[in-house]
């Protein structure tokens, strides 16, 4: 167990609709990750947030957004859903503002019918 | 453009066979270079974390290496519980993340 919670484990919803994904970070750490795992691209850096704040993009989409709460837990928005964002969202935590060794959790499983 | 690229994307190897696992990339600047391990179903586990050119960390089995292109990740005498997809991941000077596909390791009784 890293320490790390997500919530809902799976999610199941339609094309069009919009859903939040919650991630709680480990006790301490003030940076939070949002990543997508999909079968045919990997595991895709989206987006860092640190104490607040965000930090780094990476291939986020304009439909997703997240942000970082002060108690420091994150939501990742997804909106317009699309068959191809079906994939595991893995939030993951750090202590510090520089992206080394990440606590991930156990994923946010969403499906796209 | 950058990337990180795995080689070999599958390995099957015997109990106790050694081998390496290749991890090359093509960034900008590298300001560091970490291996997770991620068994099926379940979040990457942090292994290693590589700064500079010649560094090398070990845990058990495993012994992480970095050269400036590219980094290997040795395997001594596996264990069936060594399998799962080892990833690679580069965080660059522009302040970009990226993780590589993995190399998905099989370790046979």
């Known amino acids: 167990d890293s320490g790390v919670t997500q919530t809902p484990k799976h999610l199941i919803t339609a094309t069009g609709q919009r859903v939040t994904l919650r991630c709680s970070p480990r006790?301490?750490?003030?940076?939070v990750y949002w990543y997508q795992q999909s079968l045919d691209q990997g595991l895709q850096f989206l987006i860092q947030?640190?104490?607040?704040?965000?930090?780094a993009k990476g291939n986020i989409l304009e439909r997703f957004s997240a942000q970082q709460f002060p108690d420091l837990h994150s939501e990742l928005n997804l909106s317009s859903l699309e068959l191809g964002d079906s994939a595991l969202y893995f939030c993951?935590?750090?202590?510090?503002?520089?992206?080394?060794?990440?606590?991930f959790g156990p994923g946010t499983r969403l499906t796209v019918l | 453009e950058d990337q990180v690229t795995q080689s070999p994307e599958a390995l099957r190897l015997q109990e106790g066979e050694s081998s390496s696992l290749n991890c090359s990339y093509t960034?900008?600047?590298?300001?560091?270079l970490f291996w997770y391990r991620q068994d099926p179903g379940k979040g990457p586990e942090f292994l290693f974390t590589?700064?500079?050119a010649g560094e090398e960390k070990e845990k058990e089995r495993l012994k992480a290496t970095l050269t400036k292109k590219e980094s290997f990740l040795h395997i001594t005498a596996p264990k069936p519980e060594d399998s799962a997809t080892y990833l690679c991941?580069?965080?660059?000077?522009?302040?970009?993340?990226?993780f590589g596909t993995g190399t998905s390791l099989t370790v046979i009784p």
């Open positions: 006790s301490g750490d003030l940076s």
């Open positions: 947030y640190y104490n607040g704040e965000e930090r």
């Open positions: 993951a935590s750090s202590v510090g503002g520089r992206r080394g060794e990440q606590f």
């Open positions: 590589l700064y500079s």
């Open positions: 991941a580069v965080d660059d000077t522009g302040n970009q993340f990226y």
């Open positions: 960034v900008s600047g590298l300001r560091g």
